[in-house]
Structures are given as structure tokens and as C-alpha cells.
Nanobody, 124 residues
Framework: QVQLVESGGGLVQAGGSLRVSCAAS????????MGWFRQAPGKEREFVAA????????YYADSVKGRFTISRDNAKNTVYLQMNSLKPEDTAVYSC?????????????????WGQGTQVTVSS
């Protein structure tokens, strides 16, 4: 069965860094666009970043551009999100998702499989 398991979340002070990981199984990871989304309490889920199947193309929300870096290791079926210069407004549950196709999009309906998420809390 399909599994997306996030790890690496936690509590960090503003200005700090954190890397979250997502281990995938049960589908053709190497052919799929992979994305990260986040949802803060009382807010809608929002797109954070995506990476093409090859890793050559990456996409970011304006709010994280220059601070976050998405990467993937197709040999390990794992996608990463390196988060630097964290701000309190980055506090959310971060979830990875597998795209329905090899093309990347920012809309959540374009993603077929979802992980349960990992909590990231940034204190001021």
C-alpha cells in the first residue's frame, strides 16, 4: 500500500533551521512530482514547495522562497525540505504529497497521495 511518512519536525527558535523528510513507498516515486504543503491552526492548507521527478525543477511559494529548499533522493524514495531562517508564521503541520502526474502544480487537488504530517513550531 502507499505510504508517505514524514519525520524531522519539532520546536525551533525564530531564525533557526530544521529539515523535514518524507519517506515514500507503494508507488512509482521516481516518476512523480513531490510536494510539501502546510496547514496552520484555523487556516487552509497551503502550498510550500514542489520538485520534479528528476529533481531538476523546483517550485516555491513566495513566502518561503530564499529560505526553504526542497530536494529528493530517488534511490532512497525520500523527499526533503530544508527550512532556514524560520519565522513564527512558519508554524504549521507540514505534509508531503505525491503528484498525480510527473508535472508539478501548486494546487492540492493535483496531488494523489498524502502523508499525515509532522508538526513544526517556531517560537519567537
Amino acid at each position: 500500500q502507499v505510504q508517505l511518512v514524514e519525520s524531522g519536525g519539532g520546536l525551533v527558535q525564530a531564525g533557526g533551521s530544521l529539515r523535514v523528510s518524507c519517506a515514500a513507498s507503494g508507488f512509482t516515486f521516481g516518476s512523480s512530482c513531490m510536494g510539501w504543503f502546510r496547514q496552520a491552526p484555523g487556516k487552509e492548507r497551503e502550498f510550500v514547495a514542489a520538485i520534479s521527478w528528476s529533481g531538476y525543477n523546483t517550485y516555491y511559494a513566495d513566502s518561503v522562497k530564499g529560505r526553504f529548499t526542497i530536494s529528493r533522493d530517488n534511490a532512497k524514495n525520500t523527499v526533503y525540505l530544508q527550512m532556514n531562517s524560520l519565522k513564527p508564521e512558519d508554524t504549521a503541520v507540514y505534509s508531503c504529497a505525491a503528484g498525480r502526474t510527473s508535472s508539478c502544480y501548486s494546487g492540492s487537488p493535483q496531488y494523489k497521495y498524502w502523508g499525515q504530517g509532522t508538526q513544526v513550531t517556531v517560537s519567537s
